[in-house]
């Protein structure tokens, strides 16, 4: 099993199979879900099993944030190419309303901005968010994040931020 970062408060790692249900119920609750795309549990079950076959593909995918001491289930974070622009990379995060306001968020897109710049040569690391998500934005922006124009999709608009190799803070 793969980590992808650890510290003295928590670590970056494949999910295993038995973790299955850590991570559905991290998406039961409604304010964690508030700004994702709706998702079905049926759909959350296939998101996981795609997770764990990505592992063996390459750098990129789904993975798990655990406590480093008690071994407590944060929350998700993902890695991934960015679908809407060629050569970039996009994070993304979620983590449990109990760990919300603690500085995790920021940590772990520093984190996967760092794994970003060490594990691929691409150069630009992406995050999107929605419009009415001001926490989110915050914790990119303090994660050394940019904001740049909206990004305008068909069925709607996200704040969009980057961040590049040579400004990354890691």
């Known amino acids: 099993m793969r980590n992808l970062h650890q510290d003295q408060s928590?670590?970056?790692r494949e999910f295993s199979s038995e973790e299955q249900n850590l991570f559905c119920?991290?998406?039961?609750?409604?304010?964690?879900?508030?700004?994702?795309?709706?998702?079905?549990?049926?759909?959350?079950?296939?998101m996981f099993e795609i997770a764990l076959e990505d592992y063996s593909k390459g750098p990129f995918g789904r993975f798990g944030i655990f406590n480093s001491e008690t071994n407590d289930f944060i929350g998700m974070c993902l890695v991934r190419a960015f679908a809407d622009i060629p050569g970039q990379m996009e994070?993304?995060?979620?983590?449990?309303?109990?760990?919300?306001?603690?500085?995790?968020?920021?940590?772990v897109s520093r984190a996967l901005v760092k794994y970003c710049f060490s594990a691929t040569g691409g150069n630009e690391v992406v995050a999107v968010t929605d419009l009415d998500n001001i926490g989110s934005q915050k914790v990119l922006e303090k994660a050394g994040f940019r904001r740049l124009d909206n990004l305008r999709r068909t069925d709607r608009?996200?704040?969009?931020?980057?961040?590049?190799?040579?400004e990354a803070v890691i």
């Open 157 to 166: 608009e996200l704040a969009y931020y980057k961040v590049e190799r040579s």
């Open 91 to 107: 994070i993304g995060y979620t983590l449990g309303k109990e760990y919300w306001g603690k500085g995790i968020a920021t940590k």
């Open 25 to 46: 119920a991290l998406f039961e609750d409604t304010e964690v879900t508030k700004y994702l795309p709706y998702r079905s549990p049926e759909q959350y079950m296939e």
């Open 10 to 12: 928590f670590i970056i």
